[in-house]
């Protein structure tokens, strides 16, 4: 079974610091997907990165960086100079690999951290 | 491209009425379309898998008989509650993997639907 563990439920910053969100997973297959999520207050889900389990390199994308630890089962997500637009709670998934026969992915969701940039 | 659209946005019903959510593929064809249901301050948790022309699986736990999907097209699924309650009120998301042109292993989520069950 997969599983996805977020420990912190809520977290509340102040502009323009640095917030680290923590992302711990469980797995049994040696192929597999994470991603991260974001979900505004509206509710839809923003995609913010998907990283093959192939791929162990740390990935920035302008104030967004992502480490992932196959030896600790980890893929934290780091927010560099925090906005209040960045308030939201923050998803990380995990799926399984299809196959080469088909298939499709089923994603595991952790519960989410709430994030709070305050002006 | 890869939109994923919802409908409605929102819908408030009365207890013991039925209503549908559609989630349609705009740009694409979806083979495989996922609901998942989205409590206040919780996760998102998987409800049932629908393949294009055949009956959806459902997770442990999820009634097959209240929640009823349907997946006619390549572009459309339906899911209709059946008998709603207050305690069905609910965010729900679906989300669509696609074919030719498209990684099959992306889901891409449609915007939610919030029901609130009177």
């Known amino acids: 079974a997969q599983k996805v563990t977020q420990a912190q439920t809520e977290i509340s910053v102040v502009e323009k610091e640095d917030v680290t969100l923590d992302c711990v997973y469980e797995?049994?297959?040696?192929?597999?997907?994470l991603f991260w999520y974001k979900q505004p207050p509206s509710g839809e889900l923003v995609f913010l990165i998907r990283?093959?389990?192939?791929?162990?390199q740390n990935e920035i994308s302008g104030r967004y960086s992502w480490n992932f630890q196959k030896s600790t089962s980890s893929f934290n997500f780091t927010i560099t100079a925090s906005q209040v637009v960045d308030s939201a709670v923050y998803f990380c998934?995990?799926?399984?690999?299809?196959?080469?026969?088909?298939?499709?992915?089923?994603?595991?969701f952790g519960t989410g951290t709430k994030l709070q940039v305050i002006p | 491209g890869a939109v994923v659209s919802q409908h409605p946005s929102w819908v408030i019903c009365k207890s013991g009425t039925s209503v549908k959510i559609e989630c349609r593929s705009l740009d694409f064809q979806a083979t495989t379309m996922f609901w998942y249901r989205q409590f206040p301050k919780q996760s998102l948790m998987l409800m049932a898998t629908?393949?294009?022309?055949?009956?959806?699986?459902?997770e442990q736990g999820v009634e097959k008989d209240k929640f009823l999907i349907n997946h006619a097209s390549l572009t459309l699924s339906t899911l209709t509650v059946t008998s709603a309650h207050p305690e069905d009120s609910s965010f729900y998301i679906c989300?669509?993997?696609?074919?030719?042109?498209?990684?099959?292993?992306?889901?891409?989520f449609g915007p939610g639907t919030r029901l609130t069950v009177t």
């Open positions: 989300s669509a993997s696609g074919t030719s042109g498209l990684s099959s292993y992306e889901q891409y």
């Open positions: 990283r093959n389990s192939f791929d162990e």
């Open positions: 998934a995990l799926s399984s690999i299809p196959g080469s026969s088909g298939g499709y992915q089923k994603v595991t």
């Open positions: 797995t049994r297959d040696t192929t597999y997907y």
């Open positions: 629908s393949n294009e022309g055949s009956k959806a699986t459902y």
